[in-house]
């Protein structure tokens, strides 16, 4: 029979994991979760028991301060569309939360979450690269913080040990960068990407002192793009430069055909998309 908890503290849901340790499914919104519920009719074999995180107060919330933007696991995908002070501070997020699913699926969508259930196609995933997020962790035995692409080890695979909750984000603020999101799905609205592309550059005399490019849904996790990085540093973003940078992004990816696209045309919208979102930052 499934058990189903939702402690208001961290170390009364922390005690609980210590206790079933591998009979626990954690829930935060339930966007990801309940859905793959209902299609296999029930918690996945050797798990009876949902924990609810929602009502955990150390999970919720945000600050903004020298040190960058703490994010509560809980912070939902509306407040980051919404929220002015984190939208002037990383503008990267309500550019990304904009092209998330539909208001309703936003309402509830945590960045946790999305970090957790680990699709290569999270879209929240993009921002937290380019601004080489860390991520908090915490369990009975202790607290430790990893950087973002450390926790992203595969489709639905994370470095979380099974006692681990996600308790936040810091965010390191990129000032005087210049960003831009792009995504491509297959439908308007409601569309998981194809392949996303998230940039951020420091322009210092005309030239290009810092690049930092992520791509979603072309790799077994979102990653950044060392390569196409290394292109672009010290020079001037014209026309041949950010053509370079998109073909070089391709020797960081490893598409596969899949219901949504097949491997070839993922590659050739990483070498457009990478291209045209980084022309569009220069020219924002
Ligand atoms: C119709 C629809 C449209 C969607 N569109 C998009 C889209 O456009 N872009 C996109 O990126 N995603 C999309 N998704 C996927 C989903 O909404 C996101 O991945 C969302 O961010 C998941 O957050 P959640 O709070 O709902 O996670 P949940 O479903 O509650 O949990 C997901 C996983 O993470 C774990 N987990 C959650 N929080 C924690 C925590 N704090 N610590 C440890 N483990 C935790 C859970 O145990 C579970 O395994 C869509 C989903 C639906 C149903």
Redesign the pocket.
């Known amino acids: 029979m499934t058990s189903y908890v939702a402690p208001a503290e961290l170390v009364e849901a922390l005690g609980i994991l210590a206790e079933r340790r591998g009979r626990v499914?954690?829930?935060?919104?339930?966007?990801?979760?309940?859905?793959r519920l209902r299609q296999s009719a029930g918690l996945p074999d050797g798990r009876d028991t949902i924990v609810n995180?929602k009502r955990i107060e150390a999970?919720r919330g945000f600050s903004i301060g020298a040190d960058g933007l703490a994010l509560g696991?809980?912070t939902t995908?509306t407040t980051l569309r919404r929220d002015e002070s984190i939208a002037t501070a990383v503008p990267l997020f309500s550019r990304t939360a904009d092209?998330?699913?539909?208001e309703q699926?936003r309402n509830?969508?945590?960045?946790?979450?999305?970090v957790?259930?680990a699709?290569p196609?999270?879209?929240?995933q993009i921002p937290l690269l380019v601004h080489g997020a860390r991520a908090r962790l915490a369990s009975a035995r202790g607290a430790r913080t990893l950087a973002i692409a450390d926790v992203l080890l595969g489709p639905g695979k994370t470095a979380?040990a099974g006692d681990?909750?996600?308790?936040g984000l810091d965010v390191p603020l990129l000032d005087g960068y210049r960003i831009s999101f792009s995504k491509f799905g297959l439908r308007p609205a409601?569309?998981?990407?194809v392949v996303s592309v998230g940039v951020a550059l420091r322009l210092e005399d005309g030239r290009i002192s810092d690049a930092r490019i992520a791509l979603g849904a072309v790799a077994p996790t979102a990653r950044r793009s060392p390569a196409a990085e290394a292109v672009l540093t010290g020079q001037r973003p014209d026309r041949e430069v950010l053509a370079a940078a998109g073909e070089a992004a391709l020797g960081d990816v490893s598409p596969i055909d899949d219901v949504r696209a097949s491997a070839d045309y993922r590659r050739h919208l990483v070498r457009v998309m990478t291209r045209r979102t980084l022309a569009d930052a220069c020219a924002g």
């Open positions: 499914s954690l829930l935060a919104g339930g966007t990801d979760l309940v859905p995180l999970l696991a809980l995908v092209r998330f699913a539909s699926v509830a969508a945590t960045i946790g979450g999305n957790v259930n699709s196609a999270g879209d929240l979380l681990e909750i996600l308790v409601m569309e998981i990407a």
